[in-house]
């Protein structure tokens, strides 16, 4: 667990502010307009409809009627409890097992939360992760308190519990289509698309998309994306599944060797897999990309060091990390947020692979 010390934000402080003005008794039965709350508190009108948000849900005043807002309840201090700071990343592997695009993000995620008062706690949690994650997730968010939880690589059944749940979530990828979560990804389906594209220009009429067999959003779009580009095309293009170690993307990659025609161009999904899939199509004697093109879907550093450089669809760390800071806000301070998804175009980094 890695949590930074956290520091008050201002919506935290103006609702303590008007707590307090409550309980001395200053307003009697309806508060007054936000304007002249805005000029009390110093603050900006988003700001007070915030503040004002959260206060409706701790059942302390009522809605909007006729622009005023209804005092409901008298602000207790004893045994009140505050607010939750905390916002919970849910993994299914620590921190050190991350990929090296996912630890800058997280890196800048933590401190654009910091600036607005809140700390991130990371929760490597494989047992929520599995077929069956109710009882894991349970006893995690019963021990956890969390103004708002981001889920990294999750599964359509934990969205579907964090839903059931009404728990607040976002999603550090892609949403199950029928979850209605917030979500902030890559656009895999456009990136597979364009990759494909481009290499059927290059000449290639049997490509391969080495593609974990797994139920991540992004990976299911990928392979959605890659189909499309052949749609209306006489190339081929077909998917080559794996189970993500090592040996077993050789394995699946000997299988597509063998097929007759095989492909002459693979897209291959993560960069740690494009690494074995290169290293062993060199071993076995190919030269790239004269026998084969290769196309990594992502772009991790170590890719700088491979020879011959990789082509690859490289993101930006630090801008989905602000886009995800500011859905994980929203919901935190506000209880609500747009559930619109959010698609990232990563830019081509054109290398000697193709």
Request: hydrophobic share 45%; with cysteine.
């Amino acid at each position: 667990m890695h949590a930074v010390p956290p520091r008050p934000s201002l919506i935290t402080h103006s609702a303590d502010f008007l707590r307090e003005a409550l309980l001395r008794g200053e307003w009697q039965e309806v508060l007054p307009s936000e304007r002249t709350l805005c000029t009390r508190l110093r603050i900006s009108r988003p700001t007070l409809r915030a503040v004002l948000t959260q206060l409706e849900r701790e059942g302390v005043i009522g809605a909007v009627v006729n622009k005023r807002r209804q005092i409901l309840a008298p602000v207790q201090t004893q045994g009140k409890t505050a607010a939750s700071s905390v916002i919970a990343l849910l993994t299914p592997v620590p921190q050190q097992a991350m990929p090296p695009f996912v630890l800058f993000w997280v890196d800048a995620l933590r401190e654009l939360l910091a600036e607005a008062g809140y700390q991130l706690e990371l929760h490597a949690s494989p047992h929520c992760f599995t077929a069956k994650p109710a009882g894991g997730l349970k006893k995690l968010t019963q021990r956890v308190s969390a103004a708002a939880w981001v889920m990294f690589r999750s599964t359509p059944v934990m969205q579907r519990w964090f839903v059931a749940q009404q728990l607040p979530a976002v999603i550090a990828g892609s949403c199950a289509d029928d979850m209605g979560l917030p979500s902030v990804d890559l656009d895999y389906r456009a990136t597979c698309r364009h990759a494909a594209t481009m290499l059927m220009q290059k000449g290639h009429r049997r490509i391969a998309l080495l593609l974990p067999d797994s139920a991540h959003g992004g990976d299911v779009d990928s392979a959605q994306g890659f189909h499309e580009a052949f749609a209306t095309s006489e190339a081929v293009g077909f998917v080559v599944q794996h189970h993500e170690t090592a040996e077993q993307v050789i394995e699946s990659l000997n299988e597509a060797l063998k097929r007759k025609p095989a492909p002459t161009a693979f897209l291959v999904a993560r960069s740690i897999h494009t690494l074995t899939v290169v290293t062993h199509l060199l071993r076995l004697g190919h030269k790239i990309p004269r026998d084969f093109a290769i196309v990594s879907r992502d772009d991790d550093a170590f890719l700088e060091h491979v020879v011959p450089k990789v082509t690859r669809y490289s993101a930006d760390a630090a801008k989905f990390a602000k886009r995800l800071a500011k859905l994980v806000l929203e919901l935190a301070q506000t209880g609500h947020t747009s559930i619109k998804p959010v698609r990232l175009m990563p830019d081509l980094r054109r290398g000697e692979t193709v």
